[in-house]
């Protein structure tokens, strides 16, 4: 989504977003498919959600899952009424706190849905940091300027050579669906050069000869950080609280089985997908990857919050990373 759009879908907030419907016995959740879906897929699969509706006084809620790619359809989704929960990025949710906090078309989170870094993959040797790139370089992520993935770029480069330098990189930056981009890199005839992925993806590319790591965002925050984050309006939740507490255990339990069934947890991604690139024992290996967290506990909210304020991106910052959230989190370890 260009970034023109992505601001356009935000400030169309008013005239967009629609009355919260009272409790009901249908919610609509959007996810997009990929390994930081993983919960969510497995809560849909395994009917996780209305399992735990049932025990909490809604018996036979219905579940509709729709698939969105990108966050302006999961956005415009959730503004017209037609999503009462998305999973975009943390970046995202700094936005539209920013855009809407205190307004009745305010939108939190309840949850954050896992850790999941972001890792810049080349074949050039040339390539070893970030301090090897040309202006003849590329790189590809999924978008520019408002993405965790462009954020993190400007980070690095804000460390490397000073803070009124974070923009240096920009210019070599080209909005790419991740699919594409990896076809881009993998077959060396593109001016892509680089690839700034998420998972699955970077596991295909490291995978394949020649291919190697160039930074890792983990590396740039000094640990693990939040990638996506479950929203929903304000409305929506103070009216559907039972909904909302059956989502959020859901999640929990989802979060549970994939830690305890790597094995189940891939044969059920793969079967979902229909990815033919992988077998289940290596993709086994992904799903327990260290450095990937499925946790409704949010981490660095804050530090890519405060960065986006600094730079302009946003106007004004929550003044702890609970405003962002609804209450359900407020008591965890979370930053």
């Not at 419907?21 to 997009?32: C, D, F, H, L």
Request: glycine residues 8%; neutral net charge.
């Amino acid at each position: 989504m260009r970034r023109r759009d992505f601001g356009a879908a935000v400030l169309a907030l008013p005239t967009l977003i629609r009355p919260a419907r009272a409790e009901a016995p249908v919610v609509r959740i959007s996810k997009q498919y990929g390994l930081g879906y993983m919960s969510m897929m497995v809560m849909e699969r395994q009917g996780l959600v209305e399992q735990h509706a049932a025990r909490v006084g809604i018996p036979g809620l219905k579940v509709e899952w729709s698939v969105l790619g990108g966050p302006g359809p999961q956005i415009d989704a959730l503004l017209a009424g037609q999503a009462d929960f998305i999973g975009p990025g943390g970046t995202t949710l700094a936005t539209l706190w920013d855009k809407t906090a205190g307004t009745p078309q305010e939108v939190r989170a309840l949850s954050a849905l896992q850790c999941m870094p972001f890792v810049m993959v080349t074949r050039q040797d040339r390539i070893r940091s970030i301090g090897d790139l040309t202006e003849k370089d590329r790189i590809a992520l999924p978008g520019v300027k408002i993405t965790g993935h462009a954020l993190t770029l400007e980070m690095a480069a804000a460390q490397k050579w000073g803070f009124d330098q974070y923009a240096r990189l920009d210019p070599l930056t080209v909005t790419l669906a991740h699919p594409d981009a990896m076809a881009a890199i993998v077959g060396g005839m593109s001016e892509i050069t680089c690839h700034l992925a998420s998972s699955p993806f970077y596991y295909y590319e490291l995978a394949m000869p020649g291919m190697h790591q160039v930074m890792k965002s983990y590396d740039v925050t000094g640990g693990k950080h939040t990638n996506g984050v479950l929203l929903a309006a304000k409305k929506f939740h103070d009216a559907n609280p039972k909904i909302c507490a059956a989502v959020l255990g859901a999640q929990k339990e989802a979060n549970a089985f994939i830690k305890a069934e790597p094995r189940k947890t891939a044969e059920l991604y793969l079967a979902m997908t229909g990815d033919k690139q992988v077998g289940v024992d290596q993709f086994a290996q992904w799903v327990q990857d260290p450095d990937v967290e499925y946790t409704t506990v949010p981490l660095q909210t804050m530090a890519f919050a405060e960065f986006m304020k600094k730079v302009g991106r946003i106007k004004r910052t929550a003044p702890r990373w609970q405003d962002m959230f609804f209450e359900e989190s407020h008591d965890v370890a979370g930053s």
